[in-house]
């Protein structure tokens, strides 16, 4: 398996301040411990590029944009909300996180990856068109989608959400795009308080909005029956050609910002399932963006996990 994996030491440059769940140190100890395993020097390496702003218009308003940029330049802490705290290296770093994706599919649809990893800082999952949200600035994967449909005209894509928190933006830009399947595994009710299982989507989008809430105390068992039940029916009635997967960690048993308690070992079960589905349908091409993940032994251990399944080690 030729697998892609992106990262760049100036996702570091994004400060988030002291205390801040969303840090620096998630990204240095999962590269350090990735560093150890003997298979990760197998891995196709390749450096994130700033994202062109207009690919980036294709998820968020032109006005949100310039807000992001100016209030990074004028010094301010946060925007729109406490939570999305961000600091002068904000914007661009947003950017070049954006635009790691970018790279990982014009390497599979051109250069003969199978698929691709990025691991980024911010994340981007909640961002809506025109507005931050939970420590995201722009929808990492919204715009992947948009980029796989306009530049290499994938017709049908998946994007796979496991976080443990619902992503809100991604589920809105695409709620009325019958082209973009949108699943969700998250807890329920809990932050940022959308996912119910009666948000399937809204005119000709109706349909392929799924979500699969959990609630607190799910585990593997839970989340096994989801995926048997509901996630893997849907993604065989629509036979996607391309899969993207928000890769959030949070919904581990260790992790301090939920309250879903999967083990490591089920981040690989999940990835072998996607994996299945994407050979049955999408000539193996799946692109996996971090997005949270906060504990800081657990998430390397599972993003290992996930990345040993995809790349074949």
């Keep these: 398996m030729n697998t892609g994996f992106i990262y760049d030491s100036r996702f570091l440059e994004h400060d988030t301040g002291a205390g801040h769940p ?5 990204l240095l100890v999962t590269m350090s411990h990735l560093q150890s395993l003997d298979w990760f020097g197998d891995l196709s390496h390749l450096s994130p590029q700033a994202i062109d702003g207009n690919w980036l218009a294709t998820a968020h308003s032109s006005d949100y944009m310039h807000r992001v940029e100016e209030a990074c330049r004028s010094r301010q802490t946060f925007l729109d909300s406490m939570d ?20 990982l599919a014009d390497e599979i649809l051109q250069a003969g990856l199978d698929n691709g990893f990025a ?18 600035l722009f929808n990492n994967v919204a715009i992947l989608a948009r980029y796989l449909q306009q530049r290499h005209r994938i017709d049908k894509i998946l994007i796979l959400d ?5 992503g ?29 299982y009666s948000e399937t989507g809204i005119g000709r989008g109706l349909g392929t909005t799924l979500n699969c809430p959990m609630p607190a105390g799910a585990a593997d068992q839970e989340y096994e029956t989801a995926f048997m039940e509901k996630i893997l029916p ?38 072998q399932r996607v994996m299945e589905m994407a050979d049955k349908y999408c000539q193996g091409r799946i692109i996996s963006v971090l997005e949270g993940g906060y504990h800081l032994q657990a998430l390397p251990l599972c993003v290992a996990e996930h990345l040993s399944v995809l790349s074949g080690h």
């Excluded at 911010?122 to 068109?129: D, L, N, V």
């Excluded at 082209?179 to 009710?189: D, F, Q």
Aim: charged share 15%; hydrophobic share 35%.
């Design 22 to 26: 969303e840090c620096r140190e998630r």
């Design 84 to 103: 999305v705290s961000i600091c002068p290296a904000s914007h661009t770093i947003s950017l070049l996180a954006a635009g790691a994706g970018i790279v």
């Design 119 to 136: 691991l980024v800082r911010p994340p981007g999952h909640h961002a809506e068109h025109d507005q931050a949200m939970g420590f995201c």
């Design 162 to 166: 496991w976080d443990v928190h619902h």
């Design 168 to 196: 809100n933006g991604s589920q809105h830009t695409f709620e009325e795009d019958p082209s973009v399947l949108y699943i969700s595994t998250h807890e329920y009710p809990y932050y940022p308080g959308t996912g119910a």
């Design 234 to 271: 849907a993604i065989d009635v629509f036979k996607p050609e391309f899969i993207i997967i928000s890769a959030g960690f949070d919904a581990h048993v260790d992790d301090p910002l939920g309250h879903i308690c999967l083990s490591t070992g089920f981040y690989g079960w999940m990835t």
